[in-house]
């Protein structure tokens, strides 16, 4: 018979115990976490950007996660520059919001506290306004 591996953890009762590897070197600083979008926040984006490729208007996008912020950039062609940039910046939290749309001369389409007031710039439609 087949001995099986042991695959239990072992109590801190016997004296091993987890340790974080940036303790465990001690020269060493943790650096922070990127920021990231959470899961509802890449779900309303996500529902945005599928209705846009479904009429035609994007087609690819790229994921970037900084250490001080996350952008969501939108694509008519991959080669080319982002025709929007949907950004989070924790830092801008309690002052203006920390949601933004940006367009690609840099200009701030929208900003807010809630990323689904932000994305609802995307919600207008352009009129043809005759004199």
Known sequence: MAQKPDTQR?????????VELAEFRPGKKAEPLPVTFHRRELDAILW?????????????????HMKDKAVFSVFKRSGEMPMFRIEKNPKLAS???????????????KRGHDLRQ????????LKLVEK
């Open 95 to 109: 002052k203006q919001g920390a949601f933004s749309v940006t367009n690609t001369a840099g200009m701030v389409l």
């Open 118 to 125: 932000v994305l609802k710039v995307f919600d207008r439609k």
């Open 48 to 64: 945005v950007y599928g209705r846009m490729v479904g009429e035609g208007e994007w087609r690819d996008y790229a994921l970037d």
């Open 10 to 18: 072992k109590d801190e009762t016997d004296g091993s115990n987890v």
